[in-house]
């Protein structure tokens, strides 16, 4: 079965241009997360959906990022405004959804979306 | 403080020898779970081991193991036997029992299998 997709793989853009990535989860997977992995460091939680819901967005650096889920399945993450700092691999997963479905909740990732910021 | 520490940031380790990649861990939480992930240059994130706080025995998963020692706060990644596709990054993780969709990462440590 597919896998959590991410498009684009790559994406360059310029300082102050707005970018949108979109990540395609497993299919009925409820529970979507962003990460963000900056160059030699782990990935770090941006936001966390269950369903169509923010759930936590804790994570989310400044309110230059947005992202939403609108039917539960596709998510996209913006950013506006970019940033050289905002340079990463931006890392999607998706889990079944609660603790009982799962002893361990293993998140799947995708294979990331590189973003360069010019 | 950082919830996840791995001090480690390289390791190298010849074939068919055992590894121990380390990892250390701060909650207050009675209730997490910590997991290693291992990074290929490809990029994806694999799922390799999963121990969870109240799990009496060490998780083993075919060549890795994870061992826990719960007073000491660490949960180290032993690979056994290690072949030379096992060169990536690993990555140590925990969700804590009040948050548990949210995972914390360690930097990671950077293993080389030497033919």
């Known amino acids: 079965g597919a896998g959590v997709s991410q498009t684009p793989s790559n994406k360059v853009t310029e300082k102050g241009k707005y970018v949108e990535l979109r990540c395609d989860p497993i299919s009925g997977h409820t529970a979507l997360y962003w990460y963000r992995q900056s160059l030699g460091q782990g990935p770090e939680f941006l936001i966390y959906f269950q369903g169509t819901g923010a759930a936590d967005d804790s994570g989310l650096p400044n309110d230059r990022f947005f992202a939403v889920r609108p039917e539960g399945s596709v998510s996209t993450l913006k950013i506006q405004r970019t940033e050289r700092g905002d340079s990463a691999v931006y890392l999607c997963?998706?889990?079944?959804?609660?603790?009982?479905?799962?002893?361990?909740?293993?998140?799947?990732f995708g294979p990331g979306t590189r973003l360069t910021v010019l | 403080a950082q919830k996840i520490t791995q001090t480690q940031p390289g390791m190298f380790v010849q074939e068919k020898e055992a590894v121990t990649l380390d990892c250390t861990y701060d909650t207050s939480d009675q209730s997490y779970g910590l997991f290693w992930y291992k990074q290929p240059s490809s990029g994806e994130m694999i799922f390799l081991i999963y121990q969870g706080s109240y799990d009496e025995q060490n998780a083993t998963e075919g060549r890795y193991s994870l061992n826990f020692q719960k007073a000491r706060k660490s949960a180290n990644l032993v690979i056994s036997a290690s072949q030379l596709g096992d060169s990536a990054m690993y990555f140590c993780a925990m969700r804590e029992g009040n948050n548990f969709n949210k995972f914390y990462f360690g930097s990671g440590t950077k293993l080389n299998v030497k033919p």
């Open positions: 997963a998706s889990s079944l959804t609660t603790q009982g479905a799962q002893p361990y909740n293993e998140q799947f």
